[in-house]
């Protein structure tokens, strides 16, 4: 290729290599300055509420099954024909204590008695005729001038003694024939109902045969399970032996029914059982409620036995310390605080009782200072918050 040619292809590149670079010269000379703006910081609403330390009455829930606190089995003693039921003897029947359930003939049992009482009169009088004797016999040895003391035999001892041993047979023979004539009428130990009746009019029983399970309604009881860590806010009464009694007081328990609306049940803490639950590994506490049929209070309902209630136990009242929203609390120790200048600082604290819907938090926490009770999954240290104060229904009133 000639110097001509190339020369001719050469040219055109270097005019617009030239063009480019002077226009590129000056854009650089009137460039647009552009600032950087940085991006605002992400503020979140976060509601709170404000420690405050203070005193706290710990109220343990528990639930469990009602249980008569004394159940018996009726059983006559003697023999005989059932020839009267009282009305009150029958399935869920109400009886007052020493009010006659059943009676049984007692024919038998009076002409016993009646035989009893001639035995005791004969050897009454023959014991009456043997002292008698005595004295006369100790009379005569006396009258022939003999000195001395008589013998047991001139004082008839032997035969006194035998006379005095008949007559004392007789009266015990009179007095048992007497308790099985009372022993025909079987009376209620105490007030109760009868669960479950086995016999009726006609029917004869015999010493042993069950005709009755019977329960006591003056108050009945209610076994509760506590967890070992709470029986620490518990003043638990306990009886030992040689008279020792841990814990006079007796705790209120209020216990409800969740297919009965109605006000609660009270009773109290009576005491707590000798072991713990080898299952549950649980200490049982036992709630008494009195008049649980409510025979002296006909606007409540009756508490009955088998039915299940949850129970809520007064327990200890806890001193100096914040009572927060289960909500504030993540992690199970960990609560965000908003500080003065509404950043989030996240800070562990000590939960010591769980009283749903809150917590009781014994240390970790300042009074007057804010916790958050907004849920924020991703929150770090630091974070910048818009704070609005929760207002309790008391508060607004």
């Known amino acids: 290729m000639t110097s001509k040619k190339i020369l001719k292809a050469f040219v055109p590149a270097v005019v617009v290599l030239g063009v480019a670079g002077a226009a590129a010269s000056w854009m650089m000379k009137n460039r647009i300055e552009v600032k950087t703006v ?143 004539l009372e022993r025909t009428k079987i009376a209620a130990p105490y007030p109760g109902y009868v669960r479950d009746k086995s016999v009726d009019l006609g029917q004869v029983v015999s010493p042993g045969t069950p005709i009755a399970e019977i329960f006591a309604i003056d108050y009945v009881e209610v076994r509760l399970p506590i967890d070992p860590g709470d029986l620490k806010f518990l003043d638990l009464p306990q009886r030992y032996r040689l008279g020792v009694t841990v814990g006079e007081k007796q705790p209120k328990v209020l216990l409800r029914d969740s297919n009965i609306p109605s006000s609660p049940w009270v009773g109290r803490l009576v005491r707590a059982e000798g072991e713990f639950d080898a299952r549950s590994r649980k200490l049982f506490v036992i709630a008494q409620v009195d008049d649980p049929y409510a025979l002296n209070d006909k606007k409540r309902p009756p508490l009955k036995v088998g039915q299940f209630v949850s129970a809520e136990i007064e327990g200890k009242t806890l001193e100096g310390v914040f009572v927060i929203p289960e909500q504030a609390v993540r992690f199970g120790n960990q609560v965000k605080i908003i500080d003065q200048e509404n950043r989030i600082r996240l800070r562990e604290v000590t939960v010591i009782f769980d009283s749903l819907p809150n917590l009781i938090v014994s240390e970790g926490l300042e009074e007057g200072e804010r916790i958050c009770l907004t849920a924020l999954p ?20």
């Open 38 to 180: 940085e991006a605002p910081e992400d503020v979140r609403r976060a509601e709170f509420v404000v420690a405050r330390k203070g005193s706290h009455q710990v109220t343990l829930v528990s639930s469990g099954e009602v249980l008569p606190h004394t159940k018996s089995t009726l059983i006559p003693q003697v023999s005989g024909e059932v020839i009267r039921v009282s009305p009150a003897f029958r399935n869920g029947g109400f009886f007052e204590a020493g009010e006659v359930l059943i009676e049984l003939d007692e024919a038998d049992y009076r002409a016993a008695e009646t035989e009893a009482e001639a035995t005791l009169a004969q050897s009454t009088a023959a014991l009456a005729l043997e002292v008698a004797r005595a004295k006369q016999a100790v009379a005569a040895w006396r009258d022939l001038g003999r000195g001395g003391e008589p013998s047991d035999l001139t004082m008839r001892k032997p035969q006194l003694a035998e006379a005095r041993a008949a007559s004392e047979a007789a009266a015990a023979r009179l007095a048992r024939a007497q308790r099985d």
């Open 378 to 397: 991703f929150a770090i240290d630091g974070s910048l918050v818009e704070p609005r104060e929760r207002i309790t229904p008391e508060e607004s009133e």
